[in-house]
């Protein structure tokens, strides 16, 4: 798998982007008001800036191979959590900088650090959205400090933790 698996996935979820249990809005499964509070701080648009696997960091677009089968990858991804619990990832080129368009649609929800995202539309654009089938929610810890949004996969297929740091707008 590639991390433009995980961009994929976050956005199969990230790619995108689970963005499965689906709790409306800012939801999250946490008690209380810092729950509640955190996944208000997600609402919003992201880009893509760099990707982490086995200590090897990479700036978007970029790859980085961790083994002779695996590699880690971004393009350039911008990602909206919005306020009524919708995803969406609009890709604008590949892992290379070549132009490449590819949009993903679903929810997202967090509980605690947990952000799940379950991605059920992808497409080239708005206009040519096709369900996906089956869904599959991905969940990736998450965490945000200043206007840096960090995410971490823990995908045993993988075999190794991603992270992909996004920058607010």
Known sequence: MQTGILIT???????????????AAC??????????????????TW?????????????CP?????????SVS???TAVSFNADGTYVAV????????PFNERTEGTWSVSGNMLTI??????????????ISP?????????????RLTTTLNDPQIGTPVTLRLQKR
């Open 74 to 76: 971004c393009g350039t």
């Open 91 to 98: 890709d604008t080129t590949d892992e290379l900088g070549n």
């Open 9 to 23: 996935s976050f956005k199969q979820a990230l790619f995108a982007l689970g963005l499965a249990v689906l709790l």
């Open 118 to 131: 379950t991605e059920t539309m992808q497409g080239p654009d708005a206009a040519n959205l096709v369900p």
């Open 27 to 44: 939801g999250g499964g946490g008690s209380g008001g810092g729950s509640m509070r955190l996944a208000s701080d997600l609402v919003g």
């Open 62 to 70: 970029g790859e980085t191979v961790v083994s002779p089968t695996e």
């Open 47 to 59: 880009d893509s800036v760099e990707v982490e696997a086995m200590g090897m960091i990479q700036s």
């Open 135 to 147: 869904l599959d929610p991905i969940t990736l810890t998450w965490s945000i400090s200043a206007n």
